[in-house]
Structure formats: structure tokens, C-alpha cells
């Protein structure tokens, strides 16, 4: 199995939109993830995440696929040089691993 991190790109949106429209992720992620997660939501987090400097969020690819995302919220005053990672695989991809790829 090989798993990758890349930056988002639009072509990812329909990708994006697939996987995260899953109650099990809206489950337990930040509460302004929404559900359902329609394609305006991915078309929206892409422009967004892809604006940031330095980027935050990433692509999980699982043997060339997309497979979830994994992103960074940086922490703030005494935090600032800290950040919280937070993830998310889609369904077909769970239990093989991805996670945990080392």
C-alpha cells in the first residue's frame, strides 16, 4: 500500500464531495463540517484551503486514489508553535491501515 499526502486541486471536488458525504465522518470531525456535504462544500473548502499560506489541509491518496484528507489547525499565543491534526479516511479505505502507513 503507498499513501501520499498532496495539496488539494479542483479536481479533487467530486472526490472530496463522495467520500465526506458520510454521516460516520460528520460524526467525528469539527462541528462545521456540514451533512450533508455536497459538491458546493468541496468547490468551497478547496478555494479555501487552497488560499492559505502556508497550507493546512492535504489530500490522503491511498495507492493513487483519493482516500480522505488530514489537515492542521495551528495553534494560538502560547500554542503558536503547536497545531492540532485532525483526519479523516473514507469509507472503502478504512480498516486497511492508511491511518497508520508508516
Known sequence: MTVELRELSAEMTDALAALANDVTIYNN?????????????????????????????????????????????????????TAEVGYWIGAPFRGQGAASFA
Open 29 to 81: 470531525v469539527r462541528d462545521r463540517f456540514p451533512h450533508p456535504y455536497l459538491r458546493e462544500n468541496a468547490e468551497e473548502f478547496i478555494s479555501l484551503s487552497t488560499a492559505e499560506t502556508p497550507r493546512n489541509e492535504f489530500a490522503v491518496f491511498v495507492d493513487g486514489v483519493f482516500g480522505g484528507m488530514c489537515g492542521l489547525v495551528p495553534g494560538e499565543d502560547v500554542y503558536r508553535y
